[in-house]
């Protein structure tokens, strides 16, 4: 154990519990494929119920996985100093020569994903309830960079990974791929690029450069898709080739913002708001990273109307469908001597 967590001299982990495997094998029932919830890049998560009732989500790494054991520390290490309401609360681990395991708090409305892009469960989220996600979410954002004791780069913000518990309040999920900066660094490189298309920033996947900025830009392309009730992978006009970035933008400088609104929402928006959250949006997923607001910039704008908000530029990725043709036959490619891996985003 000791030699398998020789992370810098890391022992964060050591407070907190370990769960035996026994245990987890009898809450999902051998992880049964019933108790099956879906599959992530770390790989399968099940359903289980502990002996004094409580419900549990369990994240088994499968040996297949593109994601593997560093991320698997990743993730223990660092959601084990991390305490905030919208992040997802792991409650232990498992590891051993046969398994590796995360135990996490049981979100019974499962992932964002679920509604926003399901025409028939969309309609439960009217426009208060994604006011409430959208700001709930910038605020976790918020604490990962700024607010905790690290400053922590996600990488992988989007809807899949952003649970709803019972009241549908959200909680940001899956820490395998983030990173912690110290003391005064705001920006790295790396020639691992590992993400979702259609959520990376334009530094992160052509250059391999990561910062709070580039979950910024993640953060924008969610705003817009909860607003829009489309995703922006695979979203494209069919006479324009627009991708969702670039049809939101569109509509912004012919004036016809609100027209990005999911037609759900009518009846329950608030245009100002909405309007708002459109500006926001296209602020967070400009295509200079300077030029994007820090996510503690977000949480003023989402919560004051009295505020003048910047004039956008140009979003990232705004001309069209280049990238997508480039990445959309396979899962990896190499430009360079960086390599890419992308995760395409399809309903469960």
Not at 215 to 234: P, Q, W
Request: net charge negative; proline share 4%; with cysteine.
């Amino acid at each position: 154990m000791s030699e398998l967590w020789n992370v810098e001299g890391d022992k964060s982990h050591e407070d907190f519990p370990s769960i035996p495997l026994n245990t987890i094998r009898v809450a999902t029932d051998n992880f049964s494929n019933i108790n099956k919830l879906g599959e992530g890049g770390f790989g399968p998560v099940y359903k289980g119920v502990l002996g004094d009732g409580k419900e549990i989500a369990v994240k088994r790494l499968s040996r297949n996985s593109g994601q593997g054991l560093e991320e698997f520390k990743t993730e223990v290490t660092l959601i084990a100093k991390l305490q905030h309401k919208n992040l997802v609360r792991l409650l232990g681990y498992c590891i051993n020569v046969e398994e590796k395991l995360l135990v996490y708090e049981y979100m019974p409305n499962a992932s964002l994903d679920n509604f926003l892009f399901d025409p028939t469960r969309g309609e439960q989220l009217d426009w208060k309830s994604r006011l409430h996600i959208i700001c709930g979410v910038a605020r976790g954002l918020l604490y990962l960079h700024e607010d905790s004791r690290l400053k922590i780069i996600h990488r992988d913000l989007k809807a899949s990974n952003v649970l709803l518990d019972h009241e549908m309040n959200p909680k940001i999920s899956d820490f395998g791929m983030a990173r912690i900066f110290g003391g005064n660094q705001n920006q790295a490189n790396t020639n691992r690029v590992v993400g979702t298309y259609g959520y990376m920033a334009p530094e992160y996947a052509m250059e391999g450069l990561f910062s709070t900025k580039s979950d910024v830009f993640s953060f924008g392309v969610l705003l817009l898709e909860i607003v829009s009730g489309k995703r922006n992978s695979g979203f494209h006009l069919s006479e324009h080739g627009l991708s969702l970035l670039a049809y939101a933008w569109r509509l912004w400088c012919d004036d016809k913002g609100l027209e990005l609104m999911d037609p759900l929402l009518e009846k329950s928006c608030v245009t100002t708001e909405v309007h708002k959250c459109i500006h926001i949006g296209l602020s967070c997923v400009q295509e200079d990273a300077a030029d994007r607001p820090s996510m503690s910039s977000v949480v003023v704008m989402l919560a004051t109307d009295s505020i003048v908000l910047p004039k956008p530029t140009q979003p990232a990725f705004s001309v069209g469908r280049v990238l997508v043709r480039s990445a959309q036959s396979s899962t990896s490619y190499r430009s360079c001597s960086n390599e890419v891996t992308i995760s395409s985003v399809s309903p469960r």
